[in-house]
């Protein structure tokens, strides 16, 4: 197979300059976009680096070992980090969550999670600081991003068979490492621990129900996303989604699920607790989500904004272009500055794509490449 290139001019350098408006705006936790949505939740990618190579993330074809990774410099500092992140809850962010890559391939992590702990919401609450990983490391580094402040951890997992889960994460890691660490996240109290389950059909979709009876009544929640169109470089195709109304169904072909609420406004996972006999939600037995991104787009009520890991900040994970706020850091622009030119791109938002996805075009015509979900983080 011939390897396949992607041009990294799309994803790194074609970043627009994040203006300084004219008119300061204010960081009043009352920023709101185009189409009424509020800031709120804030995803931070510290590395592009991974040592998985999954299909549908970061293909081996893609990621090998000649593809030239961004230079430490160009990556934000942790107080660049934490600087940009302190202007963007002053604009309303409540949640802050660390991807990558992987995560905990940052070194010294623990220092970046000490300082964003620290940050405090309009109304002087804590963050939601959390972290998603594949838990190849999790085992060993729980307990110290627990001390450093980190509240709670997503681990992804694609299946239990271990043949299944070495072939997608294609570098041959054993699942049981992974479980290990996600009872290491447990101990040491990094929690609600959530785990996340990739479905692509014709790979992994009969781990479903074994997955589902594994977690079932442990206090942690499962999560089954669709397969999703990121990026460039997964050779994606819409006959490998399961729709996640398939995948309630199959689960409640055994184990009987009843709806449940959604936890906030901006929630992006439906939620199915399993069911007692008299069909009530047994809470001690817990519950699923799925995460619907391709087949019920829930775009109205996104909230979230990326931060990529040398600071272009990203308005959706579907996006083909990124505003540059490192020129702003390591240039001359006062605090008051930082936080109106995120306000002014804020307030020009209007991304809304996957509630566009079939009427549109691949890459609307334009020609530019959708950003690489390891670069920003899913």
Known sequence: MAERVIPLIDQRVAARAAAVPAQAIAADGLLVDTLGRPLRDLRISVTDRCNFRC????????????????????????????RIARQFVAHGVRKIRLTGGEPLLRKNIEILIEQLSALRTVDGAALDLTLTTNGSLLERKARALKAAGLQRVTVSLDGLDDSVFRSMNDVDFPVAEVLDGIAAAREAGLGPIKVNMVVKRGTNEHEILPMARHFRGTGIVLRFIEYMDVGATNGWRMNEVMPSADVVKHIR????????????????AERWGYADAQGKHDAAAGEIGVISSVTQAFCGDCNRARLSTEGRLYLCLFATQGHDLRSLVRGNASDEQLASAIGHVWQGRSDRYSQLRSSMAPDSGTGARRVEMSYIGG
């Open 55 to 82: 299909s549908y993330c970061m293909p081996k074809e893609v990621f090998g070992k000649d593809y030239p990774y961004l230079p430490h410099t160009d990556l934000l500092t942790f107080e660049e980090i934490t």
């Open 253 to 268: 072909s055994e184990l009987p699920l009843v709806q449940l609420e959604h936890s906030a406004r901006g929630e992006t």
